[in-house]
T-cell receptor, first 112, second 117 residues
Framework: GEDVEQSLFLSVREGDSSVINCTYTDSSSTYLYWYKQEPGAGLQLLTYIFSNMDMKQDQRLTVLLNKKDKHLSLRIADTQTGDSAIYFCAESILGGADGLTFGKGTHLIIQP | KAGVTQTPRYLIKTRGQQVTLSCSPISGHRSVSWYQQTPGQGLQFLFEYFSETQRNKGNFPGRFSGRQFSNSRSEMNVSTLELGDSALYLC????????????????FGPGTRLTVL
């Protein structure tokens, strides 16, 4: 079945770059997403990438996709305390309405 | 534009009871999806409704059901509650496009926290 794997924790210093990694198993995945969840809140879509792209940049966020290795990463430049949250990687075949398959989430911890 | 709203935000029930959760999508969105979030299993897809029809379904028992109304609002029902049903239930809305090559960004609500005692 489909599976999305992420490491559970990442600790970085304020001002450094954060790189959150994700691997997935379903080669049919068409869309790959990054969501952010802050305590007590729902999920906020940060960005997504279509499987025929290698990279997508949006302000401080850079997404890299290695389709051969089924590896996705999210780089957050100049990490701030407000970036402290859980980051979820997710994949979909039909663009989302078929249900997203999520990883367990990576807790990003910012050290002052 | 108002976001996805879910009611109630918190709910406490006892085993064996049933519960109904409500979701109002973003205006103009015709698809509503439901997810269960637990510490052990993470986020799992329950089902998706589009134009009052269940179009996609996850791997949950029949105790979990839903429906969608003509105004796209959706309800989710869980019957015969079990302790393991304690979770954050998230609703997401989208325009409803489906198929390879289409984009259908899902916007999530804040969730309903269900506790089963």
């Amino acid at each position: 079945g489909e599976d999305v794997e992420q490491s559970l924790f990442l600790s970085v210093r304020e001002g450094d770059s954060s790189v959150i990694n994700c691997t997935y198993t379903d080669s049919s995945s068409t869309y790959l997403y990054w969501y952010k969840q802050e305590p007590g809140a729902g999920l906020q879509l940060l960005t997504y990438i279509f499987s025929n792209m290698d990279m997508k940049q949006d302000q401080r966020l850079t997404v890299l996709l290695n389709k051969k290795d089924k590896h996705l990463s999210l780089r957050i430049a100049d990490t701030q305390t407000g970036d402290s949250a859980i980051y979820f990687c997710a994949e979909s075949i039909l663009g989302g309405a078929d249900g997203l398959t999520f990883g367990k989430g990576t807790h990003l911890i910012i050290q002052p | 534009k108002a976001g996805v709203t879910q009611t109630p935000r918190y709910l406490i029930k006892t085993r064996g009871q049933q519960v109904t959760l409500s979701c109002s999508p973003i205006s103009g969105h015709r698809s509503v999806s439901w997810y269960q979030q637990t510490p052990g299993q993470g986020l799992q897809f329950l089902f998706e409704y589009f134009s009052e029809t269940q179009r996609n379904k996850g791997n949950f028992p029949g105790r979990f059901s839903g429906r969608q109304f003509s105004n796209s609002r959706s309800e989710m029902n869980v019957s015969t509650l079990e302790l393991g049903d304690s979770a954050l239930y998230l609703c997401a809305s989208s325009l409803g496009g489906q198929g390879v090559g289409t984009t259908d960004t899902q916007y999530f609500g804040p969730g309903t926290r269900l506790t089963v005692l």
